[in-house]
């Protein structure tokens, strides 16, 4: 019977051409340095793998702990030879809402790259696939940058819906229901704050790591994470736009009800004013007191009518000659 070892979502070693080679659990245990830059993608909630990690005597005990975190927020550092690095992710998962950005955690140093997540990660598997097809990393520097990259482009495919379905709700205000609109318009402030809660940092982070010295990150990776943290910037700021649209809608709908509103109660208004003095005639003379004119006249209704019906034909030209109306 095999003894249980690791379960490793991915581990592969790299040629530093391009291509990777996958290994067992067993080849990664037995792994040398001088073999080749290896790569290793673990899940923390294997216990197993965890144990794996433990046994490393040459990985800091900061980096033991991020590694295996269940929530942690972007960020990074350098110790040694070594760079620990927090970034999120779109969550493109089945069911899952896009905004609950998913956390991967990367340690690399000069010949070894391990990598941790508790939920699938699309951008992992992107680095994988190109290792099996030969165009994926040829170095520490080149994966770090390649999947910040990846990273990014899900980000930036994500922001970019968001942008669409401000303008549709541009379009449609007004033409759905209220109750609607508005439940559409929330959904999408929750989701540019929930994005962008991770995004301020994750660029932080990126532009820290830039400025740090470690001998496998030279100088054309550390001008691709800028160039990447610059985008991350830019899509802030584009989350930071479409937040103020989205206050523009909502100001713009509240508006609309209050209109809608003053319009209703201004009919009202007209009503009651035109009505007021009716309800005094019919009031005067419904009281029950000798004395009333027309109590004898057989005209007396018709002519009650008529003082009734001129005297809201004179308020209807009162309120069209002050332009009321």
Excluded at 11 to 31: E, F, I, R
Excluded at 250 to 256: A, G
Excluded at 305 to 325: D, H, P, S
């Amino acid at each position: 019977m095999n003894e249980p070892g690791p379960e490793f979502l991915y581990s592969y070693l790299l040629d530093g051409a391009g291509h990777g080679h996958p290994l067992t659990a067993a080849q990664v245990q037995a792994w040398k340095p001088d073999q080749g830059l290896l790569w290793v993608h673990i899940n923390i909630a294997d216990a197993e793998s965890a144990n794996w990690l433990d046994s490393l005597d040459d990985l800091p005990a900061l980096a033991y702990e991020t590694l295996l975190a269940a929530e942690t927020r972007p960020r990074s550092f350098v110790t040694g030879d070594g760079m620990l690095v927090v970034l999120r992710g779109v969550n493109t998962n089945p069911g899952a809402d896009p905004e609950d950005m998913v956390a991967v955690r990367v340690w690399i140093d000069s010949n070894r790259i391990i990598t941790s997540q508790r939920r699938r990660l699309l951008s992992i598997e992107d680095v994988a696939s190109s290792l099996d097809a030969g165009k994926g990393p040829e170095s520490p520097g080149e994966f770090l940058t390649a999947l910040v990259e990846r990273l990014a482009d899900r980000i930036g495919g994500f922001v970019g819906t968001i942008e669409v379905r401000l303008d549709e709700a541009e379009d449609e205000i007004g033409k759905i229901k209220e109750t609607d609109f508005r439940k559409r318009l929330g959904a999408l402030r929750r989701q540019i704050a929930e994005v962008r809660r991770f995004l301020a940092p994750q660029r932080d982070a990126l532009d820290r790591l830039t400025r740090q010295t470690v001998a496998w990150l030279d100088e054309t990776d550390a001008h691709y994470v800028r160039q990447e943290a610059d985008r991350i910037t830019r899509f802030i700021e584009d989350l930071d736009l479409g937040r103020e649209r989205a206050v523009v809608l909502q100001e713009e709908l509240l508006s609309q009800l209050a209109h809608e509103q003053n319009a209703r109660m201004y009919v009202l208004s007209i009503v009651a004013a035109v009505f007021l003095p009716l309800t005094f005639v019919t009031g005067l003379l419904g009281m029950n007191v000798g004395g009333l004119p027309g109590l004898e006249s057989p005209r007396g209704f018709a002519w009650s009518v008529a003082v009734m019906v001129v005297a809201a034909g004179a308020l209807l030209l009162y309120f069209r000659f002050r332009k009321w109306l």
